[in-house]
């Protein structure tokens, strides 16, 4: 039975919603919603046999449903992180949409929808936004535009615009519209990104009264508990709901990796590592790209903190292997040579490496100008401190420390890169970079007070001698 929903909106409900779409199919157009709300609420909708079910049916009760193609590119892109120039059946299903688009009687937002999606696929993300967002202008109840925008600015680091793409339409939507309680989750996460924790945990705490099992609502709330370093307020939190988050499948692996960073954040390493083998090293056999990168982050903090994780770093790459010559997202490179340097694996990271380098000499494209800019100088950094030449590392990230941003993802989930300075840092046999590793550890103190990592590494800043 549907936990959310026992209703689809048919082309009735859209036109009187100001959303119509060109299809005389009501199948298409319910599944069309069964699609968005559980892309929106990230879960598989028992009711029409998950996600990839619901965009089946969506397909085969209509065809040459143009808007059904943008939904069934658009999932492909946001969810795999694969372009066109990587995937060649994406390749194809772009060219038969483009096609069914020229040659259908579709409105002008269907086609901005078509034009979004296009340009998203040829790897031109940033552009792709500006189209959502001019779609959002007259249509801001248009939950497609609004939430593939949202995804696209998380993989860009664009923290404003994760807030005001929200902001902009909120006060257009009506509580008694389908997913209005998932915007609250949304704007959470955007005001928490940008420095809002007050405001952001108001509107998680009040997207979670109108619907418990918003995985999203979730997630916002806590980052809002790590930012403050509210670690045990995380793990009460996070485990107290666990019923209704899991629900989220799609996320689940995500909150979990949440829950196992405030362990590591107390020196609790056993909790972490209880949490990444019951649940996030088995969840990121999913193969999304999110949960690889959550399982490569948990394991790289664990190895900063002096565990032994060489075992499943090798575990892991053999789910990494087939990505290096992906190079949609430079986060996900980054986290992939986190894992070809834990698995102790030179040949893959230097085909990795190579193949970065490639893309960067012939690419082009939003993702080609941040690899360019600050993505390969993160890896080299990595892999200078993997050959314990930790003075290189310091001196290769330093100058673009606050560039990194731009590689997308979360505060939280970058934090990581800051630690691996300060590791860098207090491993170097440079005096300088001690002094260095002190001033980033004041800094970091100065962020967030209750900070028990912080607070040991200062311990052994301390130990070093500083002239």
């Not at 598989?44 to 009760?61: F, H, L, N, T, W």
């Not at 949609?328 to 893959?348: P, Q, R, S, Y």
């Amino acid at each position: 039975m549907s936990y959310l929903h026992t209703h689809w909106r048919d082309l009735e409900a859209w036109r009187s919603q100001g959303l119509p779409l060109t299809t005389t199919s009501n199948e298409a157009a319910k599944m069309y919603d069964a699609t968005i709300t559980q892309y929106t609420g990230w879960y598989d909708e028992p009711s029409v046999e998950g996600i990839e079910s619901s965009v089946s049916k969506m397909i085969a009760a209509d065809p040459n449903f143009v808007m059904g193609h943008v939904l069934s590119c658009g999932l492909d892109l946001i969810s795999s992180g694969m372009g066109i120039h990587v995937d060649q059946d994406l390749k194809q299903r772009m060219e038969k949409l483009e096609s069914l688009a020229a040659k259908s009687n579709i409105s002008s937002r269907e086609k901005l929808h078509v034009k979004a999606v296009k340009q998203w696929a040829e790897g031109n993300t940033a552009p792709a936004c500006l189209t959502w967002e001019e779609i959002l202008m007259e249509y801001p109840t248009d939950m497609f535009a609004l939430k593939m925008a949202h995804d696209s600015y998380f993989y860009l680091g664009y923290q404003a615009q994760i807030r005001d793409s929200i902001a902009r339409v909120l006060t257009h939507w009506k509580e008694n519209m389908p997913l209005y309680s998932y915007l609250q989750g949304m704007y959470a996460f955007g005001l928490v990104e940008t420095g809002f924790y007050k405001e952001a945990e108001s509107h998680a705490l009040k997207g979670l009264e109108l619907n418990p099992k918003d995985c999203w609502c979730t997630h916002a709330e806590a980052h809002v508990l790590e930012m403050q370093g509210r670690q045990d307020d995380g793990i009460s939190f996070l485990s107290k709901t666990i019923e209704d988050w899991t629900m989220g499948a799609m996320l689940a692996c995500h909150n979990y990796w949440h829950w196992a960073v405030y362990h590591i954040e107390k020196g609790e390493h056993q909790a972490a590592l209880d949490i990444y083998d019951e649940e996030v090293g088995k969840r990121c056999h999913s193969g999304a790209m999110l949960d690889l990168v959550d399982a490569s982050s948990l394991l790289y903090r664990l190895q900063m903190e002096g565990v032994d994780v060489v075992g499943r770093w090798k575990e892991l790459f053999h789910l990494w292997e087939s990505h290096s010559d992906d190079h949609i997202l430079v986060f996900n490179d980054v986290h992939m040579l986190m894992c070809t340097l834990g698995a102790k694996n030179e040949d893959a990271t230097l085909k990795l490496l190579g193949s970065l380098r490639d893309y960067i000499r012939d690419g082009s494209g939003t993702n080609w100008e941040v690899s360019k800019d600050v993505g390969l100088a993160i890896c080299e950094a990595f892999e200078q401190a993997d050959k314990g030449n930790f003075d290189n590392a310091v001196e290769i990230l330093k100058p673009v420390r606050y560039k990194v941003v731009t590689i997308g993802g979360s505060n939280a989930q970058r934090d990581l890169f800051n630690l691996f300075l300060i590791y860098a840092a207090l491993n170097s046999p440079k005096k300088q970079h001690h002094q260095f590793a002190r001033s980033l550890l004041t800094e970091r103190k100065a962020m967030k007070e209750n900070a028990p990592m912080t607070d040991r590494l200062m311990a052994q800043a301390l130990t070093l001698h500083v002239e």
